[in-house]
Each structure stands twice: as C-alpha cells, then as structure tokens.
C-alpha cells in the first residue's frame, strides 16, 4: 500500500466511527512504511521519547526532502505514517506552510501531537520544520 | 471492620470523570494518587480563610497560616513516628528530600569511600548519588537484584565494608513493586558504619511507617503520593544528624544572624528549610495524613493485597503476558510486557479505554537494562481501586492484544 495524500486520510478517518477502526487504520498505515535499515538506525538518528523512540533519517533528493522514519512502537508509526502523508518528498516551502497541528486537530488525534507526549512525535516534527527551515547550499 | 469501598470512592471526586465517554480506571497510582475531597477542601480553606506567610507576619492571619502550617509538621512527626518535630523537613519532594542529604554527604564523602545503591534505584535515588560521588571522588556501588526483582540480600551484604559511607535504597520498588527488607537490610549497613537512607517515595502510601523501628537515618517522601498535594515532601532525618548537616539552600528563613561577611544558620527545622515554603501544600499533606489514617489500616492493606492478587492472577493465566517482578513480597504494581508488542502501544490502545496506566522506563533506565525490557507496562494500585477495575484492566488488555496483533 502507498501512502495516500494527507486530503485523503482525512476523509479516510472521518467514515469511521468507532476509536478501534480508526486506530486500525493508523497501525495499518504505519505498515506501509518501509522500515529502515539497521545500518541507518544510529544513534544520531535517534529521537528518544520517554515511552517510546523514533528514528529519523533526511535527505535531500533535489528541490525536495525525504525522510526514512521507523518507531519501535506501532501505534507511533501509524502516526508517523500521518506525518509522512504531510511531509515526504514536498518542497521546504511546502513542509513550511503546512499547518500540521490544524492537520491532527482535523484528524482528530491533536492529543498525540502535543509536546507532553513522550512518544517523540512533536521532536520529529520540529526536525523536520527546522531541516526545512535550513538555507540549501 | 471491612472497607466500605464505595463511600471510600466517592470522597474522590474525580473518580467519577469519563474518558473519551468511559469511565476512568485509575491504574497510574505509583506516578501520583488522587486527592479526596477532604484535601481538596482544605487546599481551598487555606486560600479562602487564612493565606498569610508564616513566622514573619505581625498579624492574625499570618500566627494563624503558622499555627497551621507548624501542626501540619505535627502530624507528619506523628505519623512516622518522628523522634521529634524538628527532624521533619518540609521539601518539595522525594527528589529534594533526597538531593538534601546527597549534597550535605557529597561534601563529606572522600576518595576511597563507597555509596552502596541497589538495581531498583528510581533515578531519583540514583543520579544524585552518582552525582555525590563524581563529586567527592567516592565510589558508587551497586547490589544487584535477583530475576524476580528481589534485592539479592547476599550480594549486598557482601559489599558492604568499613568504606561504606552510605547506603540508599527503597522501601518499595516503583517499576516493579518489590518491597524491600528494610529493616534488616538498614541493621546491617548500621553495622558496618553507614549512615542509611529510605527512598518511601511508593513505601509511605501503603500503611505505618515507623522510622524508628526501621531504624535508617533518613526517610524521604512526597506528598502526592500519598493522595496529598504536588510541590510538597518531608526529609525525616535523626535530629542529631541534622543538626549540623550542611545546609542545602541559603536564603530568607533560615539564618539565624547576617552582616555582609558572613551568616550563621538558624535551628532545626527552619535551617534545611530556605525561603518562604509551600504552606497551602503542607496543610493539605497533613489533611491527606489525618485522612489516611483515619481509614481502618488493616482493612485498607487487606484490600491493595486484593487487588493485587487478583491482577497476578489474570496475569498469570493471560496468554503471551508475562510479569516483570515476581517477588514475594510486592505491594500495589503490576508490571508487564505483552509478547511482541511494545509497551507503549499497550498503553495507548487500554488509554482509548478509559484505563490510565503507565508504559515506559519508570525513571529506572538501568533497572530496564538489567531486566532486559525496553520499558514495561504497569498498572498500580491504590486504596479506592475495586476489584471489578482490575477486571476492566484485563478485558481492555484482551482488545489490546488482539488490535496490536
Ligand atoms: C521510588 C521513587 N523514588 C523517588 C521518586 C521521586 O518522587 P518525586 O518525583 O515526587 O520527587 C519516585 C516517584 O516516582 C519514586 O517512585
């Protein structure tokens, strides 16, 4: 499965009604994140939360960024996954303008994006924005 | 007596609160304990009827904020069975409880002296006396645990000699609930000359504490744990140990005479105790004290000892669950690993459930390490738990499984 368009998620979770299909849906978006390598799983890659970690690794590939993400916790890849349908392969100006709280708020799922999360989710996001936010040579 | 578990419940008002439409289950008590109305009350009462700094006002309400806040200590004295009032040292938590005594030691500690922890330290009771000893050039050491999660009672008497200056260890493991022998274990680091302190940060809740028979030299704790405010501790200390322990912090409050060359400190307790205190906070300690023992105890332990069993046994017989501290003697946790799926999604799928528990390290990296555990899940429990949310805890455990599958 590919990654569908943050417009498309959504409208994804809005058909659903119930918390147990929704989540489903995360942890199977999450599955379609391709997993990284152990080799790039550093430890300068690492962003540790308290309850679970994430890796993090970017490359520029042209006018755009791309990110290799991978938690070790699943719930937190299907959010990661959410990030990605935002983030992979745009432009800085577009990972910019994107108003990714007024994204999860829309997702409904704001509470997971919140700096008191330990899940690391807000840390990747504000690497993101920052890599983003960086003058390219 | 029996506990009358339902009029118990209901002097806690948020227990009766939803979440995501589902009624709460409360299973993060180690982290915090909720507060009953009667110290919500006298939180409000305090700044309602007579908010006032103490030992300084030439007025009403400040005698009348000191008397208060001065028979709050009484309380706590008399709860822990203090040798004296004075040997109750207001804090603002477990942690500055225990980063007053690791200071003064660090001060007094020398290279080829030793620190003894044990592998159950909260970071707490670690850090600070690794910190000590970086400082002084001690040595730190570590008495080891046993697979269940018990201290290995030989390993740490072997490394206790005439170097040891000092021991710290827990009264009850918070990550695991192994509750330590800490009576015997304080007998024989005062044998070999150590001075001993008690990390009852998760011990105090549980039922009497009594520091003299314990034995230990110092016993730190905090308040919110103990269904008490936040930002409020006590560092019990012997009064002879204290008197002239070096002090922590300088400041308003705790000198006695000061020209600008120099300053001389003020008595017990007021000279570990710097700056105006958290007296809304003491007063609701000792209201959350004077509530707690109110409760009939022996019903109250024979309930926690309910609770627990009956989640070690759902626990046993839950397929692809396995409990992370086995030891015989545990109080109020149950922590766990679900085969193949990480504590955190754990804990978000039971948190969608309205069952609040705690997933992660449990400010115990090292600890995770030896058990070779990224983190666990851990329920625990407190007094005003029922054993139907125990089964709530299980049931949600069961979707877990199945959703992380
Ligand atoms: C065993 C233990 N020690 C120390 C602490 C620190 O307590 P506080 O954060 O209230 O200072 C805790 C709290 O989690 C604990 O469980």
Known sequence: ?137 | MSLDLNGLRAQFPILSRQVDGKPLVYLDNAATTQKPQAVIDALVNFYTQCNANVHRGAHALSDEATRRYEQARDVVADFIRAGSRQEVIWTSGTTEAINIVANGMAQRLQPGDEVLVTEMEHHANLVTWQQACLRSGAQLKVAPILDSGELDVDAFNALLSPQTRFVALPHVSNALGTVNPIQSLTASAKAAGALVLIDGAQGIAHGQVDVQAIGCDFYAFSGHKLFGPTGIGVLWGRQTILEDWPVWQTGGEMIAKVSYECATWGTLPNRLEAGTPNIAGAIGMAAAISWFMSLDVAAVQAHEKALLASATEQAQAFEGLKIIGTAKDKIGVLSFVLDGSHPADVGFILDRQGVAIRTGDHCAQPLMRRLNVPGTARASFSIYNSLDEVDVLFKALKKAQSMLA
């Open chain 1, 1 to 137: 499965m590919t990654l569908p368009g943050s417009d498309e998620i959504i409208e994804d979770l809005s058909f659903f009604d119930d918390w147990e299909q929704r989540y489903q849906y995360i942890i199977d978006l999450g599955k379609s994140l391709s997993p990284m390598t152990p080799e790039d799983k550093t430890e300068e890659r690492l962003v540790r939360g308290c309850q679970s970690s994430v890796w993090l690794k970017s490359t520029v590939q042209g006018e755009h960024l791309h990110f290799d993400v991978e938690s070790d916790a699943i719930i937190v890849n299907g959010l990661l996954a959410l990030v990605m349908a935002a983030y992979q392969d745009k432009s800085p100006a577009q990972i910019l303008a994107f108003d990714i709280d007024g994204y999860f708020q829309a997702l409904d799922l704001e509470r997971h994006i919140s700096p008191t999360r330990g899940n690391g989710l807000r840390a990747i996001v504000g690497t993101i924005r920052n890599l983003a936010s960086q003058p390219r040579q």
